[in-house]
Nanobody, 120 residues
Framework: QVQLVESGGGLVQPGGSLRLSCAAS????????MGWYRQAPGKERELVAR???????NYADSLKGRFTISRDNAKNTVYLQMNSLKPEDTAVYYC??????????????WGKGTLVTVSS
């Protein structure tokens, strides 16, 4: 099995920064794309950013310039640097990864989420 464990969430004031981390562990053959999604209260889960194993990235249009996704393939870890945070960024942030557990088997995995609260 594969586990994704997020860390780095918390309470931050508007204009502040946070860095989220997500480490994948378990029966990993290789990992394709990794990404971050978020779900605010009363809203659907939405894409924040994704990054491929070759470090190609895509972002939600509304977040470009404030959020930066990166990964360390050797550590099976993806990061999300969030700057200039706004109250509307408050949400549970979920890590996602498409993991090959063998040469022939792959599936999507999700972390349990980490809460980010932006408030004064």
């Amino acid at each position: 099995q594969v586990q994704l464990v997020e860390s780095g969430g918390g309470l931050v004031q508007p204009g502040g920064s946070l860095r989220l981390s997500c480490a994948a562990s378990g029966s990993i053959y290789s990992i394709n794309a990794m990404g971050w999604y978020r779900q605010a209260p009363g809203k659907e889960r939405e894409l924040v950013a994704r990054i491929t194993s070759g470090s190609s990235t895509n972002y939600a249009d509304s977040l470009k310039g404030r959020f930066t996704i990166s990964r360390d393939n050797a550590k099976n870890t993806v990061y999300l640097q969030m700057n200039s945070l706004k109250p509307e960024d408050t949400a549970v942030y979920y890590c996602n990864a498409f993991v090959w557990t063998t040469k022939y088997n792959a599936m999507d995995y999700w972390g349990k989420g980490t809460l980010v609260t932006v408030s004064s």
